[in-house]
């Protein structure tokens, strides 16, 4: 026993500061933290700074760029401090929204259409032209495990999966009041609500094709081509289809929509009738009445009460876009009092619904509507700014007052950017692309929770029952040809021994468990 005064010394090797044995030296004691890791795996995620794709010529006639004269009249030291100049200017301009780093999800096999996130931001929903639906839990993924816990196809059914139809997705879309379910909307006549999990919920009725009345039918007898929800009321929704119309349904009630609107076309030989390509639903954040906007492949764009009765429409523009154009993308502002929309003829216009006659602004944006019709065009949550795709994979984040790019990054060079949406929660883009790619764009100083925290996450150690290859989805069941018979061991064991040669006759690649049980 030591004197309660002794003070203990712990001498350590007298090495020089250059000395390499230094690095064999224990530093610390303890768990050691894993700050540096984490900030390593978050930066590893940087995007990286690329040139987006040249821009439409009005946008390069606006800025205004001095001529190839001037240029070379300017000395070389000139040239490169406005190079840094305008690289600082990008780069202060992506600081304003969260798109300095990205988490990139591989799920699909085809084009990405849609994506939707829970209320929390918690739950992440894609969905492809492969005809799945791939659900995404952030809170279950880590950095070495991005990939979907779920993969549903809507139209599978379990007692005949061989012989079941498959559609390709258009829509989905949570519901903004209440994240349990999720509206699903594919190339059929039927939409349906699904919960969080895959499982469906309700599946809306199909009317009768013989009806020439639409008012007289009970649900869409042709395709539908979009949906969206009720701003203030969690169990209504509206559904727009290729049979003129829009149908409004109470999700507690499958059998025949609340409210059908039908839209008369005016434009010659269409016989009253046309495809409603888009749809959107808006309530004033300061409160009033609701707006539901619509637009149509003859070129109309109309506007009803968002309340009911819904017997005639408050504002109609015809040929607001190209007629035969498809307008995949309509959005209302979050006072409700501006609609954006972006047409097939290659524009995106800018309307105001109290005046709702001519655009205040129209600006060519090229379209990619013909190969993918569900191209979006949506606002920000605080409506300062308009998201949109390009068919060259770059995002554009435009001004909601006079339509030019703000900020323009690429995310798929070469494939086409279809889908966007930016959740207000969690302050986090995510885009939908036609490589099958879904990228989940956020700054970890802007963003909270989310990919922040998949890649403020440790790696998962890969395990065995990790390898999806190596799992059976017992929902789907044994096919016939895994199931081994008595007949079948019997008849592989009158082969079995050497042959003359003294060879061994089992197969190389038979497993190590059959030949120790048999």
Known sequence: MSSEGEDFVVEGPELAEDDPMRAFLPASFGKKSKEANIAAQIDRSRRVAEKPSAGPPHEASAAGPPSAAQEEKKPDSDNDSDSDDSDSDDSEDGDDYPVSHELVLKTHERAVTTVTLDPAGGRLVSASLDC?????????????????FRSVDPWEAKSSATNAESHPIHHVEFNPLSGSVFLCVSAHPQAKIMSRDGDIVTEFVKGDMYLRDMNNTKGHISEVTTGTWHPNDRN????????????????????????????KSKAA?????TR????????PAQGGN???????LDGSLVMYSGNSPFSRPTAEIRDAHKPDTWTGGVDISSDGRMVVTRGGDNTIKLWDTRKFKTPLVTVDHASTSDHFPMSNIRYSPNSTSILTGSATGDLHILNPGNLRPEHVTPITPGAPLITVNWHPKINQIVTGSANGETHVLYSPTMSTRGAVEVMSRAPKKRHI???????????VGISGDSIVTPGSVMAGRRNAGVTASGKSRDPEDRPSWSKHHL
């Open 132 to 148: 799945k639906i791939n659900l995404h839990d952030f809170a279950s993924m880590t950095p070495s495990t991005l990939r979907a």
């Open 236 to 263: 209504l929704c509206v559904t727009a289809g290729t049979d003129s119309t829009l149908r409004i349904w109470d999700i507690n009630n499958k059998r025949s929509q609340r409210d059908v609107i039908v839209f």
């Open 269 to 273: 030989g269409s016989a009253g009738r």
């Open 276 to 283: 409603m390509t888009a749809v959107a639903w808006g309530a």
């Open 290 to 296: 609701n707006v539901l906007v619509a637009a149509a």
């Open 465 to 475: 029952d990790d390898d999806p290859s190596r799992t059976t989805d017992m929902s």
